[in-house]
């Protein structure tokens, strides 16, 4: 068999699932040797469940795995690393105090007459380094290095193993332009060399400048196996949202940051040009007093870093933030509660609840410097606060002493609503504000938001449930690339104009897909 159509690895039928919950629904996937294949799909689509199977971090409830036409269940990913099968994360783990070589060889250092060869260890690393293409002196401290370097070490110590399959994730969050250039370099020798490459990646125009094949996940199902050439922005973004190439319209209103609705209240929020890194650059938002606005975008769009920064949790490195005409320096969270801003993570067990406290507790624990005196708390204000809020927003739970990790999705998520509504909270910014929970709640959740504005609160949410937007917002803007490309109101706030504006730059695509070094198989094309 040629190897430019040899499958290296081939997984069919992969479930996973986690305390009963699916997070793979019977997956296949295959990937050639030498050829760079893209995986894709929203959060919670199963890109990293799947990886960490293929890599032995996680243990398949059944389906098959074949690695090299034999069929294998690594039990760890030190199993898989010695079988060849190397991932290179996001996170690069890597020792700062020691140097690039010790980096490369950690923990399998050659030796000679019992004692560390290091003149063996700095020669081998040099020949990796060169392999790879790269001027990096072996003796450099780790720590010393740029985001980038330290992102080819954490290759070349992948490439140390003798990996024939190398799982990039997320590879470019940190790079500049020129040094995400030096990668896809490193990248396309490895192919040449017949490497097997795994490309995780929210960024469209890298996946079209340098991979081959596409593999679309979305809740737990293969959705479709395409090569690049064949496949439109347009089409992908339809393949990763579930909807129809024929549901998205144009005509989309140019953005200009200015609120579009008719000023007949007074300016709550203007954000400009607001830049943090690769993620955030140039995004402005205006928005009014009892005003909902919701940001639209795929994953890496930049939203969630939007309202993190707005929130002092993303230093910004440019741009400004005025709340009711007031300059704000937003240098830690503090600052923007301090001014009567409150946030509302996607994730609100890891970010928002504190499990093992009550409800009372963490209700009202953005309150406590205003119930306590002399040090000490008043458990009867506190109590009186309590009750309020547990009846305003109807939550249900035994008692307010009840931990509030026994309470629903629904419930835990009104608590932290209230948490906020305790202070003097002028702008609410949320964070997928629904996802988890169920019907009822979300309804709840919904109409809550809807009274907060009215009652002339500025709401400023996310949700990736285009439909969630559309009726529960004024307005929406479309993020794309860390930019505000379009603003959506009216008649044109629905749900196809608000898809193509987050597609935008289908046709520039296409032509690019049309330059891709993929080589056609006629057999590629997967569709479930």
């Known amino acids: 068999m040629n190897q430019a159509t040899q499958n290296v690895l081939c997984m069919t039928g992969i479930k996973k699932s986690f305390s009963g919950v699916p997070a793979l629904w019977g997956v296949d996937f295959e990937l050639k040797a030498g050829e760079i294949h893209a995986l894709v799909g929203e959060n919670g689509a199963g890109k990293s469940t799947l990886i960490k199977i293929v890599t032995g971090a996680y243990r398949r409830d059944s389906g098959v795995m074949e690695y090299d036409q034999k069929t294998v269940a690594f039990q760890t990913p030190t199993e898989a690393q010695a079988a060849g099968i190397v991932a290179v994360y996001q996170e690069i783990q890597l ?121 679309v996940l979305r809740d737990g199902h293969n959705i479709v196996t395409r090569s690049l050439s064949t496949l439109t922005r347009l089409e992908l973004v339809c393949f990763m949202l579930g909807r129809k190439p024929e549901e998205v319209s144009k005509g989309v209103t140019a953005f200009t940051g200015q609120s579009q609705n008719t000023p007949c209240q007074p300016v709550l929020l203007q954000a400009e040009a607001l830049k943090y890194k690769k993620r955030l650059n140039g995004v402005s938002i205006e928005m009014r007093h009892g005003e909902i606005v919701g940001l639209a975008g795929l994953l890496g769009s930049g939203r969630s870093e939007t309202v993190r920064a707005l929130f002092g949790a993303e230093p910004l490195e440019g741009g400004t933030v005025k709340l009711e005409g007031s300059l704000l320096s937003l240098r830690d969270p503090h600052d923007a ?192």
């Open 95 to 215: 020792v700062g105090l020691r140097t690039v070589a010790e980096n490369i060889f950690l923990g399998r250092e050659p030796h000679r007459f019992g004692i560390i060869d290091r003149r063996a260890m700095n020669a081998r690393a040099t020949e990796i380094l060169e392999r790879l293409g790269l001027h990096i002196d072996p003796h450099s401290v780790v720590g010393s290095l740029n985001i980038a370097h330290r992102q080819m070490v954490a290759i070349a110590r992948a490439i140390s193993f003798g990996a024939r399959v190398l799982i990039l994730d997320e590879p470019t969050s940190s790079l500049t332009e020129t040094e995400v250039s030096v990668l896809f370099d490193v990248m396309r020798r490895l192919k040449s060399e017949g490497t097997a490459i795994v490309y995780v990646s929210h960024r469209f125009e890298e996946l079209y400048a340098v991979c081959d094949r596409v593999t």
């Open 337 to 528: 509660i301090a001014a009567g801003i409150a946030f509302l993570s996607e994730d609100r067990k890891a970010d928002g609840i504190i499990p093992e406290l009550s409800v009372r507790e963490n209700l009202t624990l953005a309150a406590l410097p205003n119930l306590t005196q002399w040090g000490i708390v008043s458990r009867k204000r506190q109590n009186e606060l309590v009750e309020r809020f547990m009846q305003r927003l109807n939550i249900k739970a035994a008692s307010a002493e009840q931990k509030i990790h026994e309470l629903s999705g629904g419930n835990q998520q009104k608590v932290l609503l209230a948490r906020w509504l305790c202070k003097n909270t002028k702008l609410l910014l949320l964070d997928e504000p629904t996802r988890g929970i169920d019907v009822g709640a979300k309804r709840e959740i919904q109409q809550l938001i809807a009274e907060l504005a009215e009652q002339g609160l500025g709401v400023l949410m996310i949700s990736s449930e285009v439909e969630e937007l559309v009726e529960g917002s004024q307005r929406v803007v479309v993020l794309r690339d860390g930019q505000s490309i379009a603003e959506l109101s009216g008649e044109q706030k629905n749900i196809k104009a608000i898809l193509h504006a987050m597609a935008e730059g289908a046709d520039r695509q296409e032509a690019v897909g049309g330059q891709s070094q993929t080589e056609q198989n006629p057999n590629e094309e997967q569709e479930a």
